[in-house]
């Protein structure tokens, strides 16, 4: 597995430049960056043991001395602070470091990751004294709106997964389980050298394991005349990709068909309208009504869609559940409608698309069109 990093100085860059301006908005002076993805996303570090301060003058990435030599590599526009030790690190140690940074700087008020526990967060306050410590997802926030690099990287992913499933399906035959086809599928992701590997483990389900919510997959046999949902994506230089197919093995009944057009279509509608300034919940909604015209209401039971870049799954959520949010240019999003018939069948079809300033563009290639092996 390929761990370098190699993201563009201007990008780290830039994103930091953002970052501060996102921060100050907030009322901050700085951040203390403890997720591991946004670590990377702002510096380009792929290693452990490692934190980072960003201030309104200094970027400093705080880390165990061992891994100097990674972040020298795969780092720039920070400042490389070493903790020496012969031993592992407690995040404490790297924690104490920031905040003598932050009493140098003269901070007073500073950020940190939302994904922190509650117990997590209480007690960094308390070691934190007298700087304020508040909770704030600015780096998530500035993750969201993605770069052309980071949308090349993603339209990457996507044509490297997409190869891998076109000699995958070929390998889809009646009598393998789906347990050896969820084996074969992660195999044949970790063969090719320029991937970091899959951006989540991917499903196989046929038949009534279709119904299932992230059914990875059973002991199942394939059976003539099943439907078989294979979800999957790969990761490249730090980005994911997302894709989901239904195929057929022989010849699907008319009501897998009728089925199979009403998801098309509500992909195909959704496609054509989505575009920036709407509301979240709004794009969910575009794909149920062409379901709830078909007669399938019931049955389409989770959200459209999420955002996708350095995790599969990030904000803002294309859901009628989820919190209502603007979607912006440049986001990123999977759209996937599904309808899942119990102890019968389902279908999931999925694309990825990046939203430009009048509508969207669709990074998946691979083919929609009913498949029968």
Same mark, same amino acid.
């Given at each position: 597995?390929?761990?370098? !990093? !190699?993201?563009?100085?201007?990008?780290?860059?830039?994103?930091?430049? #953002?970052?501060?301006?996102?921060?100050?908005?907030?009322?901050?002076?700085?951040?203390? /960056?403890? @997720?591991?993805?946004?670590?990377?996303?702002?510096?380009?570090?792929?290693?452990?043991?490692?934190?980072?301060?960003?201030?309104?003058? %200094?970027?400093?990435?705080?880390?165990?001395?061992?891994?100097?030599p990674r972040a020298e590599r795969e780092t720039s526009n920070c400042e490389i602070i070493p903790i020496e030790s012969e031993e592992l690190i407690h995040p404490d140690d790297l924690l104490a470091?920031?905040?003598?940074?932050?009493?140098?700087?003269?901070?007073?008020?500073?950020?940190? @990751?939302?994904?922190?526990?509650?117990?997590?967060?209480?007690?960094?306050?308390?070691?934190?004294?007298?700087?304020?410590?508040?909770?704030?997802?600015?780096?998530?926030?500035?993750?969201?709106?993605?770069?052309?690099?980071?949308?090349?990287?993603?339209?990457?992913?996507?044509?490297?997964?997409?190869?891998?499933?076109?000699?995958?399906?070929?390998?889809?035959?009646?009598?393998?389980?789906?347990? #050896?086809?969820?084996?074969?599928?992660?195999?044949?992701?970790?063969?090719?050298?320029?991937?970091?590997?899959?951006?989540?483990?991917?499903?196989?389900?046929?038949?009534?394991?279709?119904?299932?919510?992230?059914?990875?997959? *059973?002991?199942?046999?394939?059976?003539?005349? !099943?439907?078989?949902?294979? !979800?999957?994506?790969?990761?490249?230089?730090?980005?994911?990709?997302?894709?989901?197919?239904?195929?057929?093995?022989?010849?699907?009944?008319?009501?897998?068909?009728?089925?199979?057009?009403?998801?098309?279509?509500?992909?195909?509608?959704?496609?054509?309208?989505?575009?920036? %300034?709407?509301?979240?919940?709004?794009?969910?909604?575009?794909?149920?009504?062409?379901?709830? @015209?078909?007669?399938?209401?019931?049955?389409?039971?989770?959200?459209?869609?999420?955002?996708?870049?350095?995790?599969?799954?990030?904000?803002?959520?294309?859901?009628?559940?989820?919190?209502?949010?603007?979607?912006?240019?440049?986001?990123?999003? *999977?759209?996937?409608?599904?309808?899942?018939? #119990?102890?019968?069948?389902?279908?999931?079809?999925?694309?990825? /698309?990046?939203? *430009?300033?009048? %509508?969207?563009?669709?990074?998946?290639?691979?083919?929609?069109?009913?498949?029968?092996?």
């Open positions: 597995m390929k761990k370098n !990093d !190699d993201t563009p100085k201007t990008e780290t860059a830039s994103r930091i430049k #953002q970052l501060r301006k996102e921060f100050a908005k907030r009322g901050l002076e700085g951040v203390i /960056v403890f @997720d591991s993805l946004n670590i990377r996303y702002l510096s380009g570090f792929t290693g452990e043991f490692a934190l980072m301060l960003i201030a309104e003058k %200094g970027c400093f990435l705080i880390l165990h001395h061992r891994n100097i470091k920031a905040f003598e940074i932050s009493h140098a700087h003269e901070i007073t008020e500073l950020g940190v @990751d939302p994904s922190l526990s509650h117990e997590r967060l209480l007690a960094i306050r308390k070691k934190a004294r007298p700087i304020k410590i508040k909770i704030s997802d600015c780096v998530e926030a500035c993750r969201q709106i993605k770069s052309s690099y980071e949308i090349k990287m993603i339209s990457k992913a996507q044509i490297e997964a997409e190869e891998i499933l076109r000699r995958f399906i070929n390998e889809i035959k009646p009598g393998k389980s789906e347990r #050896q086809l969820h084996h074969l599928l992660l195999r044949m992701i970790h063969e090719n050298e320029l991937l970091e590997g899959p951006s989540f483990l991917p499903i196989i389900a046929s038949g009534e394991s279709g119904w299932g919510i992230h059914s990875y997959y *059973t002991e199942r046999k394939i059976r003539k005349n !099943d439907s078989v949902i294979i !979800d999957m994506g790969v990761k490249y230089k730090g980005y994911c990709s997302d894709m989901t197919r239904t195929v057929f093995i022989g010849k699907p009944t008319s009501k897998m068909k009728v089925v199979y057009e009403a998801v098309l279509e509500a992909q195909k509608a959704v496609e054509a309208v989505v575009k920036p %300034g709407m509301y979240n919940h709004s794009v969910d909604a575009a794909a149920r009504e062409v379901i709830g @015209d078909s007669g399938f209401s019931p049955f389409f039971s989770h959200g459209l869609g999420h955002s996708i870049g350095m995790s599969v799954h990030e904000g803002p959520y294309l859901s009628y559940v989820k919190k209502r949010e603007i979607i912006r240019e440049n986001m990123v999003f *999977t759209l996937e409608p599904g309808i899942y018939l #119990q102890n019968k069948f389902g279908v999931r079809i999925e694309d990825i /698309v990046a939203l *430009t300033d009048s %509508g969207c563009k669709n990074l998946t290639g691979f083919p929609k069109e009913i498949l029968v092996i």
